[in-house]
């Protein structure tokens, strides 16, 4: 599985929308993007997926870039309870694929 | 519906001394897992089952850690015997199959080894 880079860490006010990057330069073709999320003292969460085409759920927009090298997690109006860390995994979706986590990014959101 | 359950929720053992983990995954989930979870670090895989197969064990320090999936169901994850560096967040975690959108998760056993 490629490996992902995201910034250790990322601030936004309350009622913004937060941004985060990933990176994926390895991305193979028939790898999906994956989000989770891990709030304080919980297990992750799923956020969202995609493989090239933007995506959008009740959570957040995914939008990856044409070369799917990267791709951001937008949640569009933040809130207190979207404090968490953020984790991009790439995986392809086989019985024989791994949920690899790296860092991930640890958003703070401000009031 | 409920998650997956894990227990206990902590546990507190003295070195040496050996410790058992226990998951529940979501009914008619067939894929689990079991994480460990360092502080400030991202879960690592240690073991991945397909029912009541270990598909996937290559992360799973075998001299002292072992696990078991009786009837493909409950999972247990034991450590014998625990050290100091076995300090940890275990999370279990399972899917409708391996090729599953999503996997969910426990909220973890917190291991503190003394």
């Known amino acids: 599985d490629a490996k992902t880079t995201q910034p250790p860490s990322m601030d936004c006010a309350e009622g913004r929308a937060a941004n985060l990057p990933c990176n994926h330069s390895?991305?193979?073709?028939?790898?999906?993007v994956y989000w989770y999320r891990q709030i304080h003292s919980q297990g992750p969460q799923y956020i969202i997926h995609?493989?090239?085409n933007n995506e959008t759920n009740e959570m957040a927009s995914l939008i990856i870039t044409e070369d799917r090298k990267s791709s951001t997690l937008i949640l569009p109006h933040a809130t207190l309870r979207d404090t968490a860390v953020y984790y991009c995994i790439v995986r392809v979706d086989s019985s024989a694929s791994k949920i690899i986590f790296g860092s991930g990014t640890r958003l703070s959101i401000r009031p | 519906e409920a998650g997956v359950v894990q227990s206990p929720r902590y546990k507190i053992i003295e070195k040496k001394q050996p410790v058992a983990f226990w998951c529940n995954p979501i009914?008619?989930?067939?894929?689990l897992y079991w994480y460990l979870q360092n502080l400030g670090q991202g879960p690592e895989l240690l073991i991945r089952y397909e029912n009541e197969e270990a598909v996937d064990d290559s992360q799973l320090p075998k001299d002292r850690f072992s696990a078991e999936r009786l009837k493909g169901v409950d999972s247990t994850l034991k450590i014998q015997p625990a050290e100091l560096g076995d300090s940890a967040v275990y999370l279990c975690?399972?899917?409708?199959?391996?090729?599953?959108?999503?996997?969910?998760f426990g909220q973890g056993t917190r291991l503190t080894v003394v």
């Open positions: 009914s008619g989930h067939n894929t």
């Open positions: 995609g493989l090239k």
């Open positions: 390895t991305i193979s073709g028939n790898e999906y």
């Open positions: 975690a399972s899917s409708l199959d391996g090729a599953a959108t999503e996997a969910f």
